[in-house]
């Protein structure tokens, strides 16, 4: 296995491993951690803003270790390199109003239970 740096904005992200890097590839295109991406936070900044370039490249020795004590300590097959936090842990699920983002004038909401 090797292991490889996914890099943003020319700033290592997180370090994973692989078989190959075809493998590799397609565990970086997995929908659901892209998500993920999109959602954590390092300096207040999203890790990655949707749109911008994920280069992928072999780790640097230093980062083979960081992601192996990282692997070690929490059973990681992904390890960031960078300080993350996710915003949606500060969030009381309760206080999160599903409709909230709903315009009660829109014009294509049709209601004829007059």
Same mark, same amino acid.
């Given at each position: 296995?090797?292991?490889?740096?996914?890099?943003i904005?020319?700033? *290592?992200?997180?370090?994973?491993? !692989? !078989?190959?890097?075809? !493998?590799?590839?397609?565990? &970086? *295109?997995?929908?659901?951690? &892209?998500?993920?991406?999109? @959602?954590?936070?390092?300096?207040?900044?999203?890790?990655?803003?949707?749109?911008?370039?994920?280069? &992928?490249?072999? *780790?640097?020795?230093?980062? @083979?270790?960081?992601?192996?004590?990282?692997?070690?300590?929490a059973?990681?097959?992904?390890?960031?390199?960078?300080? @993350?936090?996710?915003?949606?842990?500060?969030?009381?699920?309760?206080?999160?109003?599903?409709?909230?983002?709903?315009?009660?004038?829109?014009?294509?909401?049709?209601?004829?239970r007059?």
């Amino acid at each position: 296995m090797t292991v490889y740096v996914a890099e943003i904005a020319q700033r *290592a992200i997180f370090a994973f491993d !692989a !078989a190959n890097s075809q !493998a590799a590839e397609e565990r &970086l *295109a997995d929908r659901e951690f &892209l998500g993920d991406l999109y @959602v954590l936070q390092s300096n207040a900044q999203p890790l990655w803003d949707g749109k911008s370039e994920i280069h &992928l490249r072999e *780790a640097l020795p230093g980062e @083979v270790e960081a992601w192996e004590a990282g692997r070690e300590a929490a059973s990681l097959s992904r390890v960031f390199l960078v300080p @993350v936090v996710d915003p949606l842990k500060f969030v009381d699920p309760e206080d999160v109003d599903p409709y909230d983002d709903l315009d009660d004038d829109d014009d294509d909401f049709d209601d004829d239970r007059d």
